[in-house]
């Protein structure tokens, strides 16, 4: 059975439609002093329970409804759990750089443990060593298979793809290896917590060329903004920009629709409110990749295959749903 929390629903329904099941009925109520009340509306003993909510826009809203629903199903005798989250934005705390400080990734994976989540699955993990905090199975989807299909089928000559910053360097090699593209290397540095980060430096060639900049995910867009500067200043043509998640901040997609960037693709992870009607946007669903992770999952086969290459089944969902 299939259900979801109140930022889930929407992503879940488009799995629930794929895979031919319903959405099962679950209500959230808040009360006016900010608590959280989760119940579940139909008879779930016994039954592979798959619920669904990212942590994104409302993170710590969204984190206690998880931790309320495990518990709620838990409760109501489900013979597994897995909490599927989309997007997983507490990975961003995944060490200890300066002191007091808490390691909140860690802290977040011991609660859903705690709370009778029996296995995880996410996609693009900011630091894919997040999967170590766990005891519990952690199922890590990726974007790349539908994002360069989707780049692909947008013949985009002379191209090459741009990674902000040397840490997200290694994925952005796998997006080129896919395309058989090129890649160049921002040279970032951040100078605290306030979401402002400054490109000093690109490495690789750009002059005369389409770039697509891949990274995982942007709140301020600040960094994409920067990047797609100096990859003007350096002679670049076209550009846009590929994201695992849109977390962006409306005063972030001001800046995006005001920098030189032509267009922002995005998965649908996180329904963010602030794209909505602006053109420079664009959403395509991983719906479908999860939908498969989930049949699978209940049919005890291997998820591996789907980390690398999407399905005939998987692109035409996707690019179905990207025509309407």
């Not at 905090?133 to 947008?154: C, G, N, Q, W």
């Not at 996180?270 to 479908?288: D, L, M, R, Y």
């Amino acid at each position: 059975m299939i259900f979801a929390g109140s930022s889930g629903k929407g992503f879940a329904q488009r799995v629930c439609d794929y895979i031919g099941v319903p959405l099962g009925k679950s209500q959230v109520i808040k009360f006016s002093e900010g608590n959280t009340m989760v119940r579940i509306l139909e008879p779930i003993r016994n039954k592979e329970v798959f619920f669904f909510q990212p942590i994104g826009m409302n993170p710590n809203d969204e984190f206690v409804e998880i931790l309320f629903f495990m518990d709620a199903f838990k409760r109501a005798s489900a013979q597994s759990v897995t909490a599927i989250i989309p997007y997983f934005s507490y990975a961003k705390g995944d060490k200890k750089d300066e002191p007091r400080v808490s390691i909140r990734a860690r802290v977040c994976a011991e609660c859903l443990e705690l709370a009778g989540a029996d296995r995880v699955v996410t996609m693009d993990l900011h630091s894919a060593q997040v999967q170590g905090f766990f005891k519990k199975p952690v199922d890590h989807l990726y974007a790349m298979p539908i994002l360069t299909e989707y780049v692909r089928s947008l013949a985009i000559d002379n191209a090459v793809i741009v990674s902000p910053d040397s840490g997200y360097a290694k994925q952005a090699r796998k997006f080129a290896s896919h395309l058989g593209l090129p890649v160049a290397i921002g040279d970032k540095t951040r100078y605290g917590h306030d979401e402002k980060a400054e490109v000093l430096d690109v490495v690789g060639e750009v002059k005369d060329k389409n770039c697509v900049i891949v990274d995982d995910f942007t709140i301020s867009g600040g960094t994409l903004v920067s990047l797609a500067v100096e990859l003007k200043r350096r002679g670049a043509e076209r550009i846009i920009a590929c994201l695992s998640h849109n977390i962006i901040s409306e005063e972030g997609v001001k800046k995006l629709e005001a920098s030189p960037i032509d267009t922002i693709i995005s998965t649908d992870t996180v329904e963010n409110p602030h794209i909505a009607g602006h053109k420079k946007f664009k959403t395509i669903t991983v719906a479908p990749l999860f939908a498969e992770a989930v049949m699978r999952t209940h049919d005890r086969e291997s998820l591996s295959p789907l980390f690398e290459q999407a399905s005939e089944r998987i692109l035409k969902s996707v690019f179905e749903y990207d025509k309407e």
